[in-house]
């Protein structure tokens, strides 16, 4: 059965497609470079990385919603679900046995907008390692749950996890989309460090959202332009079992369903 929508979107979108060749004066030797573009970008099996990246954060605008709660960001192409809901503290996101990085403590607090804790919630949380790598995605990673994991809060809708502090992350740079922003458009392939969250408590939207550190040097040219001012927060330090670790915190607000 035909879905209205589709077909109307479909429509509208090619309306503008051939709106933008004939207003270009677009030719074949460009019809033909944008189709050899494309073939190239499935070929490397680039289509979510190049969706994510260029399109993900407006889709972003559209889908969440403003309001009094934590602002939404863009998933990525690496969120991996089924990662290993943590139970014993202090909680630790999995490392590989040699993992290197400064030590990174970090406090969480989960509300609804009245204030109230949310007991029930999972903080699923991911990042790369100090070289900017993922786990499961980038060569020499392993394919398994390594920084990352599930971790509940407690009854004030509190929580803690230990991991590593994350570098910033270059997507791929020798394939089709990491070509099209160095070579082609003169950007960059970097994102600044984040740490990625999805935050589920029944009776509230999954909260889908990263945060930035202060200062980073990718913060106002990151290549996702996945950055929202609300969603940068300061490091600092803490003892924790006699050693000294850097401290991330903060306070998510889920948007009622
Ligand atoms: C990321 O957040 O890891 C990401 C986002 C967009 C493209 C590639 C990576
Ligand atoms: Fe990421």
Redesign the pocket.
């Known amino acids: 059965m035909t879905d209205q929508r589709v077909v109307e979107l479909f429509d509208e979108f090619m309306e503008l497609t051939k709106d933008f060749i004939i207003r270009h004066g677009l030719r074949y030797e460009d019809y033909a470079a944008v189709t050899q573009y494309l073939i190239r970008v499935s070929e490397a099996g680039e289509w979510p990385?190049w969706m994510?990246?260029f399109l993900?954060a407006t889709v972003d605008t559209t889908s969440y919603g403003d309001g009094p709660w934590t602002p939404s960001a863009?998933e990525?192409?690496?969120y991996k679900p089924g990662a290993p809901l943590l139970s014993r503290q202090p909680y630790t996101l999995p490392m590989r046995p040699d993992e290197t990085g400064d030590k990174m403590l970090f406090r969480a607090t989960v509300h609804n907008p009245a204030g109230e804790p949310l007991s029930a919630a999972v903080v699923d949380v991911w990042h790369?390692t100090d070289k900017g790598l993922?786990s499961f995605i980038d060569a020499g990673m392993p394919e398994d749950f390594i920084l990352r994991a599930r971790v509940p809060v407690d009854e004030n809708g509190s929580t803690e996890f230990r991991s590593i502090r994350p570098a910033p992350?270059e997507?791929p740079k020798d394939g089709p989309t990491g070509d099209l922003l160095n070579s082609v458009l003169g950007r960059h392939t970097w994102?600044p460090a984040?740490l990625?969250f999805r935050i589920t408590a029944e009776g509230y939207k999954p909260l889908v959202t990263?945060l930035y550190f202060d200062g980073d040097p990718y913060l106002d040219s990151d290549c996702?332009e996945?950055v929202k001012q609300g969603l940068i927060i300061p490091l600092g330090k803490t003892e924790a079992d006699g050693e000294s670790w850097t401290l991330g915190q903060f306070a998510f607000v889920l948007q009622p369903q």
């Open positions: 990385l994510d990246n993900e863009i990525g192409p690496y790369a993922y992350y997507i994102r984040h990625h990263q996702a996945g």
